[in-house]
């Protein structure tokens, strides 16, 4: 099977408030709202992965010591709707 790592982070203003992106409306599931996130490149690490995506999808960027958590949660399958191998 192949595996991929991604990062998917909660990214919260100075209030509180979470901070999510509207996606393409030339991309799959068009115009919905996302959480900030991407593929783990070789050679990087989950923390490393969130200051890049979230520079590249919300234009933050994120100074040294301003990520209170980071770890990694799960790994997935390239996985297909209705796959009984999803499970």
């Known amino acids: 099977p192949l595996y991929r790592r991604i990062a998917l982070f909660i990214?919260?203003?100075k209030d509180g408030n979470i901070i999510v992106s509207r996606r393409s409306f030339k991309k799959s599931h068009p115009g919905e709202l996302e959480m900030a996130?991407?593929?783990v490149i070789a050679g990087d690490s989950y923390l490393q992965t969130v200051y890049?995506?979230?520079e590249e999808e919300l234009g933050y960027?994120?100074?040294?010591g301003s990520v209170t958590e980071a770890n990694r949660v799960c790994k997935y399958r390239n996985l297909?709707?209705?796959n009984d191998e999803n499970k």
């Open 52 to 54: 890049k995506e979230v």
């Open 37 to 39: 996130g991407g593929h």
């Open 80 to 82: 297909k709707p209705g």
């Open 11 to 13: 990214v919260e203003d």
């Open 61 to 64: 960027e994120l100074t040294p």
